[in-house]
């Protein structure tokens, strides 16, 4: 639950969520798979909140085991919800959700969708993006990494030098390298996207599905960077 980043906690389950406490309230990312939202709600009340401390709902993407606890937690806590305007429609209901890029290359793999339930649709109260201005806190940062999925974006908070939210962009290993992850591939636009990571500075990252990096994360992200020319 602890992270090495004070007030941050993770969630373990299908995917990582993570709980930022700071000064303004509590900031979700990301929710898990559907009917599991009671995890977060039992960290929240180990620290001493509750879903009424929450301020702000931030998804990084339409997949389903990461706004699957969205409609219930915004039910709870009335908190707003942040998502891009290319997966909106998704977590709306409005269209169908972009599958990971894995089920164009490992098509055999297509089943293991259907063991996760689909997210019950949910209004999306502000879109974010990069260069659009943002209602989230000040000391969290949108940064646009499409590829995973058309509008996936990743979230980086300023505390501790930087603490990187990646989302589905990519993946650690144990020995701290930075990978695309299997349900990634390698298209232009995912690879744009680590490139883009990048470029900033951070010396945490925090994955949905992998161990997390800390001390100069971002320098294993410049790695891979670099292998790709
Ligand atoms: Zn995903």
Do not use: C, W
Not at 114 to 129: K, N
Not at 135 to 140: F, G, I, M, S, Y
């Amino acid at each position: 639950m602890e992270t090495n980043v004070p007030g941050v906690y993770a969630v373990t389950g299908y995917s990582k969520s993570y709980i930022i406490d700071g000064d303004q309230g509590v900031v979700l990312i990301d929710t898990g798979i559907p009917k599991r939202h009671g995890a977060i709600i039992e960290v929240l009340s180990r620290i001493g909140r509750s879903p009424a401390n929450v301020r702000a709902i931030a998804i990084t993407h339409s997949h389903a085991d990461h706004v699957g606890g969205a409609a219930a937690l915004k039910l709870e806590s009335k908190a707003p919800l942040f998502a891009s305007g290319a997966d909106a429609p998704a977590i709306r209901g409005e269209a169908p959700t972009v599958p990971p890029p894995v089920f164009d290359r490992m098509p055999f793999l297509k089943p293991l969708s259907r063991f996760i339930p689909g997210a019950e649709p949910i209004t999306v109260d502000h879109l974010v993006g990069e260069t659009e201005p943002s209602a989230l806190p000040a000391d969290l940062r949108v940064i646009d990494t499409p590829g995973h999925t058309p509008g996936h974006v990743s979230y980086l908070l300023d505390r501790n030098n930087g603490v990187l939210f990646v989302g589905d962009a990519a993946v650690a290993t144990k020995k701290g390298v930075v990978k695309r992850g299997v349900f990634n591939a390698p298209t232009p636009s995912i690879d744009a996207s680590l490139r883009h990571l990048a470029e900033f500075d951070f010396d945490v990252a925090f994955f949905a599905h992998s161990v997390s990096l800390s001390g100069s994360a971002a320098a294993a992200f410049r790695r891979f960077a670099a292998r790709l020319g």
